[in-house]
DNA sequence: AGACATGCCTTGTCTTGTTATGTATTGATG
DNA sequence: CATCAATACATAACAAGACAAGGCATGTCT
């Protein structure tokens, strides 16, 4: 898929499934190819940078944690990382809905 | 609205609104201000490179006429433009299929 | 030992949207 | 006539962010 398209959802999506409860990293990865059937593939050069931009904005707490032998850094919401994401799904709402009026070669009001 | 969410998609909708029969770069930005509801308020600075990025890679003719006492310069797709769009709106349409997915907290088999 | 999956991170590069600016014409207003 | 707004095209400097490629380390399986 055209990575482009990614720019400005991937804090949206990662935000989304971290609501879900703690998680880390390499697990969002397997979350997010899963939860969309494979297509979307986050690279980890995409993926880390994007959870300390998040981290920073205070939307995301990080702890280390072992499990299986492994440290592994979780990441989990903060109140303001909710409240991010409850507005940047409105916003996401409208502009598929802008975008729609554009494609659906209507005048955008159906 | 957050512009990232734009990136990889003008493209997409410059090539919609050109589809529908030769125009020119100011009477794109009204239509897609119009048909998106006054959603997406392209810029000049954005608009222009990319029409020019798009005639480069051959999606896009252009050709200056004169209309109203004024020297504008018109589009219109090519056929390789024509088929790029197509593919375009697919991808767009997977995407959004794809994020729902992650967004809707279903499993993505809804 | 070697290979592979798991797990985190960073650097360099490229694309692309924004702001600001420049140029020019037409029509309306004072 | 001068000025301003709308129309119309274009570019330069800047910033954001996705990717590829690389590095590092551990655990498991053969």
């Known amino acids: 898929m055209d990575s482009r398209l ?13 609501s879900d409860g703690a998680t880390y990293g ?13 297509y979307f593939e986050i690279t980890e050069g995409s993926l880390y940078p994007a959870l300390h ?7 995301l707490e990080s702890f280390w ?3 299986d032998g492994r440290e592994r850094k979780y990441y989990r919401l903060t109140p303001a990382g909710r ?3 409850a507005a940047k799904k409105k916003e996401w709402q409208q502009f598929v809905t ?13």
Chains 1, 2 share one sequence.
């Open 83 to 85: 409240r991010a994401l």
């Open 6 to 18: 990614l720019s400005g959802m991937v804090d949206t999506l990662l935000l989304e499934v971290i």
């Open 65 to 67: 944690q072992e499990a």
């Open 53 to 59: 931009r998040l981290e920073r904005q205070k939307y």
């Open 98 to 110: 802008g975008a729609q009026g554009i494609l659906g070669g209507a005048d955008g009001v159906a």
């Open 26 to 38: 390499y697990e969002i990865a397997q979350t997010m190819l899963a939860r969309s059937r494979g």
